[in-house]
T-cell receptor, first 118, second 113 residues
Framework: AQTVTQSQPEMSVQEAETVTLSCTYDTSESDYYLFWYKQPPSRQMILVIRQEAYKQQNATENRFSVNFQKAAKSFSLKISDSQLGDAAMYFCAYRRAYSGGGADGLTFGKGTHLIIQP | NAGVMQNPRHLVRRRGQEARLRCSPMKGHSHVYWYRQLPEEGLKFMVYLQKENIIDESGMPKERFSAEFPKEGPSILRIQQVVRGDSAAYFC???????????FGQGTRLTVV
């Protein structure tokens, strides 16, 4: 079974600084997807960034980027120029690639609570 | 284009009652997933459905829980004879054919008193 581990229950960063959230996973699959989701107090799950395992290039979305190390099974999220609106729970998630239609269920880590200090 | 719609947002049930949670996927999406989030935890996969078919229910408790996605209408997650341990946020997500991304609804918070 796949597992996703987020070892930092809580992280704090000054506004405008950079912060990195850690995530490791365990799988025997060679083809899969990795995600970071943000959950603000509203509870809405918002997709932040996605990485396909077969792509060596790290995904980037504006201030958000990942460091994907496939051999180490590591998938960290870097947030640059932190803003107050970035404060939320961040969940790392895994999904195996699926040859058919649709998508399999996601396996989530327990989350990291990110605090932004003004 | 409305997103994934879940209702109700909040549901209070007494122990032993039934809870019905509804999920309308995004327009054009035919795959629905249900997740449960306990306090201070990540989301846990429960079940994956396509229209009129349960594809993967490996995360569903063996008793009291059931899910359906009929040809017409929303997907329903049904919990019979609720107990306090069922109190959680239940999220629905949907995806389209051959789509790698699932879009989430805002969840239903179930409180069992």
């Amino acid at each position: 079974a796949q597992t996703v581990t987020q070892s930092q229950p809580e992280m704090s960063v000054q506004e405008a600084e950079t912060v990195t959230l850690s995530c490791t996973y365990d799988t025997s699959e060679s083809d899969y997807y990795l995600f970071w989701y943000k959950q603000p107090p509203s509870r809405q799950m918002i997709l932040v960034i996605r990485q396909e395992a077969y792509k060596q290039q790290n995904a980037t979305e504006n201030r958000f980027s990942v460091n994907f190390q496939k051999a180490a099974k590591s998938f960290s999220l870097k947030i640059s120029d932190s803003q107050l609106g970035d404060a939320a729970m961040y969940f790392c998630a895994y999904r195996r690639a699926y040859s058919g239609g649709g998508a399999d269920g996601l396996t989530f880590g327990k989350g990291t609570h990110l605090i932004i200090q003004p | 284009n409305a997103g994934v719609m879940q209702n109700p947002r909040h549901l209070v049930r007494r122990r032993g009652q039934e809870a019905r949670l509804r999920c309308s996927p995004m327009k054009g999406h035919s795959h629905v997933y249900w997740y449960r989030q306990l306090p201070e935890e990540g989301l846990k996969f429960m079940v994956y459905l396509q229209k009129e078919n349960i594809i993967d229910e490996s995360g569903m408790p063996k008793e009291r829980f059931s899910a359906e996605f009929p040809k017409e209408g929303p997907s329903i997650l049904r919990i019979q004879q609720v107990v306090r341990g069922d109190s959680a946020a239940y999220f629905c997500a949907s995806s389209g054919q051959k789509n790698t991304e699932a879009f989430f609804g805002q969840g239903t918070r179930l409180t069992v008193v």
